[in-house]
């Protein structure tokens, strides 16, 4: 999704990252984004929820062309992390080096992160303290209307219960 002819000398601007993202998987980037500002119209407060939550997602910072290059091929076209062989400053880590407290939701209908991704990289974790809190949505989750928060008394729950 890169351009090849992007130098790892270059500045890359964030947006080309999200719109990048946005080819590659346009239900979760676009088309779920449209559908809750839809959803949200007849809702003053989820579509101001929407508005803030899409200003936030534009909020982007300019990155090393060097750090762009490195994050798609080290991450997600070789998964290194997932599979235990990321170098950080000489240091080989992964999931097992995690020995943290874990939650992950998952919308059992994504593509980009499925509940096939997610679930080997909570088993290769060294905590027993790892949880997964799947949502069955045949759309991406909506962050801006009352019934989308269906989790949301569950993460709430699990954050208290770390602190």
Known sequence: MIPPDQSEADIIPGSLLSHASAFA???TFVWSRLMDAAM????????DVHARVARWALDEAPLPG?????IAEW???ENQFCRGTL????RTIGPSCLDVPTLATV?????VAPLASIEPLLDALPTKDASLIKNPGETALHCSTSESLQDGPSIIAWLAAHR
């Open 25 to 27: 998987a346009p239900d």
């Open 40 to 47: 949200s119209i007849d809702d003053l407060r989820a579509l």
């Open 66 to 70: 060097r750090l762009v290059h490195q």
């Open 75 to 77: 991450l997600y076209r």
């Open 87 to 90: 170098t950080v400053l000489g």
């Open 107 to 111: 919308n059992t209908a994504d593509k």
